[in-house]
């Protein structure tokens, strides 16, 4: 199992920008997959942005050319740099990861950071 803990959240006004980090428990070189999901209320949870263990990518369309993920291997985080924040970009902001142990595939998430974006 890998724990993870996201921080960065808060509020910010239209156009402004926010940086979120998901500490994890183990080196993030050996998650394979590390992603950035979402959930407002009444929505659905749906990814963001993620990152493979090979370097590999993938943004949701609304938020390509605005937000930016990343591994940061000193800190042993993955950031998700946000830009040009919108109104629609307010949500729970949750970070998982896919990884095997052992043999054993394990998926885990994170326990939630709130955006706010609002004037």
């Known amino acids: 199992q890998v724990q993870l803990v996201e921080s960065g959240g808060g509020l910010v006004q239209p156009g402004g920008s926010l940086r979120l980090s998901c500490a994890a428990s183990?080196?993030?070189?050996?998650?394979?997959?590390v992603g950035w999901f979402r959930q407002a209320p009444g929505q659905q949870r749906e990814l963001v942005a993620m990152?493979?263990?090979?370097?590999?990518?993938n943004y949701l369309d609304s938020v390509k050319g605005r937000f930016t993920i990343s591994r940061d291997n000193a800190k042993n985080t993955v950031d998700l740099q946000m830009n040009n924040l919108e109104p629609e970009d307010t949500a729970v902001y949750y970070c998982?990861?896919?990884?095997?142990?052992?043999?054993?595939?394990?998926?885990?998430w994170g326990q939630g950071t709130q955006v706010t974006v609002s004037s």
């Open positions: 990152t493979s263990s090979v370097g590999l990518t």
């Open positions: 183990r080196p993030i070189s050996t998650l394979n997959m």
């Open positions: 998982k990861s896919v990884s095997m142990i052992s043999g054993i595939l394990s998926t885990d």
